[in-house]
């Protein structure tokens, strides 16, 4: 019997009008798989991202995260966006913040249970935020923040995170106790898809890396993308760009 798998993308394709965005994308993600999705900018990782939340339609081509697709496929995916897109200045606690990522779940309205108060807490625990959780959100430092937003997308257990470029702002120490949390969800048993520009980064840490372009360039264990070919056709860069000496690979 073949695994139902938390991300398969066939075919796909996304125009945006006349302007087409991805093409011909496939990709399929494991269970406990840790992934990065790497690419210039208007390579398309956002529209990929946006099209597995059920934001886009495509084209053509499927999405299924767990075996399900369309609106169903979507109540399956946790979803951690960029810091800037969330207002930090509101008065609200870490609990108040996590617990809305149980809206779906509870409507508007209604009183949480002690189940979803209990999911609450497991979701800190895993972010290391627990002891925090009365604290406002406006104080804060910037890792702190990443992790209470990846809380908030674990707190309905999802099959799928998805990471939209978390360490934009944050110092090297925060980032590598990010990828350290990032290793231990994964190991643990969570999917995540990280989009980043860290490039050093996620070469370093992330076990497999996707390369796209408007399409999949490159799909493969990290230690194996040393061509350097493959990079600058990602990065439409030169063999004298010093992107190559940045990922640890020579023309």
């Excluded at 939209?164 to 925060?174: A, I, R, S, V």
């Excluded at 990010?178 to 190991?187: M, P, R, V």
């Excluded at 493969?220 to 056709?233: G, V, Y």
Aim: charged letters at 20%; aromatic letters at 6%.
């Amino acid at each position: 019997m073949t695994a139902v798998l938390p991300l398969h993308v066939e075919g796909l394709a996304v125009s945006y009008g006349d302007h087409e965005a991805l093409s011909d994308v496939s990709v399929s993600i494991s269970r406990g798989e840790f992934v990065g999705l790497i690419g210039p900018n208007g390579a398309g990782k956002t529209t990929l991202l946006r099209t597995i939340l059920g934001i886009v339609p495509p084209k053509s081509g499927a999405v299924s995260v767990a075996g399900e697709t369309g609106r169903a496929a979507a109540r399956r995916v946790g979803y951690v966006p960029q810091r800037h897109d969330f207002a930090w200045d509101y008065p609200v606690s870490i609990e108040q913040v996590v617990m809305t990522g149980l809206t779906p779940l509870l409507g508007w309205g209604r009183r949480p249970k002690q189940e979803h108060y209990e999911a609450c807490y497991t979701a800190l625990r895993h972010v290391d935020m627990l002891d925090l959780r009365e604290r406002t959100i406006g104080e804060l430092s910037g890792g702190q923040r990443q992790r209470v937003l990846i809380a908030r997308a674990l707190v309905r257990k999802p099959d799928l995170l998805l990471l939209d470029e978390p360490f934009t702002g944050l110092d090297q120490p925060t980032i590598d106790l990010l990828f350290d949390l990032f290793d231990n969800l994964a190991a643990s048993g969570a999917t995540l898809l990280m989009s980043t520009h860290d490039l050093a980064g996620a070469r370093h840490r992330c076990p497999r890396l996707i390369l796209v372009n408007k399409t999949v360039i490159a799909d493969a264990p990290s230690a194996q993308l040393n061509d350097p070919e493959i990079w600058m056709k990602t990065y439409g860069v030169g063999p004298d760009s010093s992107l190559l000496a940045g990922v640890g690979v020579s023309a």
